[in-house]
């Protein structure tokens, strides 16, 4: 438990179903696109709203908590006025929710132990992610 200055911060963590069927939803939108999304379509807030609501229909229609490894393709029709993004990845339900333990923080340090790069760190001798409990 951690007490920050808006309260107390109690730490829950909660295990994943993963489904073995891969799913795929596609949204059509106008194309409304600015040059500037055309242009830099990775910063496009555009293209992203897009991809964001693609991805909260994939999860009501998949009736699921998150997409585990989600993909995205964004296309457009042969006249350009429409633009189709699909979203496909395994979805996955939370469950078992409960208060995080020792051993829970044990298995995120060795999560990003093992992920862990120096150009993610703030400081090459620090861990990227830090954790109430230490080693």
């Keep these: 438990m951690e007490v920050d200055g808006s309260g107390i911060v ?3 963590a ?4 993963v489904e073995a069927t891969h799913y795929v939803w596609s949204e059509t939108f106008d194309n409304e696109l600015e040059e500037k999304d055309v242009n830099n379509p990775k910063n496009s807030t555009a293209i992203q709203s897009m991809k964001d609501y693609t991805m909260a229909k994939a999860l009501k229609q998949s009736n699921s908590d998150l997409l585990v ?4 393709s964004v296309s457009t029709s042969a006249d350009l006025r429409k633009i189709t993004v699909t979203v496909t990845g395994y979805p996955a339900t939370y469950y078992n929710f409960r208060t995080a333990t020792e ?9 990003a132990d093992s ?5 993610c760190k703030e400081k090459a001798d620090e861990p990227a992610i830090k954790l109430p409990f230490g080693k």
């Design 115 to 119: 992920h862990n790069k120096p150009a």
């Design 10 to 12: 109690t730490p829950i």
């Design 103 to 111: 051993a829970d923080f044990n298995l995120l340090r060795k999560m």
């Design 69 to 72: 490894a989600p993909l995205y």
């Design 14 to 17: 909660a295990d994943i179903k």
